[in-house]
């Protein structure tokens, strides 16, 4: 499994951005997929999750109402879309997942396989 996350930058606050996790050797049926991030001095939080199957969605009560976790048609590229952008979502931000035929995690450490990732910096 590998994945590989992109499309941060610097974006104003109230700004939007528009991030993708590229999955290879997986398919998202199979295996839910989570997006992460990870500010200066702080722990790794979870954001948003995209279920396998249904693709059911969750997102941290931090990111509800702004960001929105999606899959494409070919079901290899998961998407967050974050509107509404605030300084306090400055991080690094990571797609993740526990592999094939298992469900959404919250928690970091169960989540075996990484992306690399990409830094997201809310400033004016």
């Known amino acids: 499994v590998q994945l590989q996350a992109s499309g941060g930058g610097l974006v104003q606050p109230g700004g939007s951005l528009r991030l993708s996790c590229a999955a290879s050797?997986?398919?998202?049926?199979?295996?839910?997929i989570g997006w992460f991030r990870q500010a200066p001095g702080k722990e790794r939080e979870w954001v948003s999750c995209?279920?396998?199957?249904?693709?059911?969605?969750n997102y941290a009560d931090s990111v509800k109402g702004r960001f929105t976790i999606s899959r494409d048609n070919a079901k290899t590229t998961v998407y967050l879309q974050m509107n509404s952008l605030k300084p306090e979502d400055t991080a690094v931000y990571y797609c993740?997942?526990?592999?094939?035929?298992?469900?959404?995690?919250?928690?970091?450490?169960?989540?075996?396989?990484w992306g690399k990732g990409t830094l997201v910096t809310v400033s004016s």
């Open positions: 993740a997942t526990r592999g094939s035929a298992y469900g959404c995690s919250r928690y970091y450490y169960e989540l075996p396989y």
């Open positions: 050797g997986f398919t998202l049926d199979y295996g839910a």
């Open positions: 995209i279920n396998r199957g249904d693709g059911s969605t």
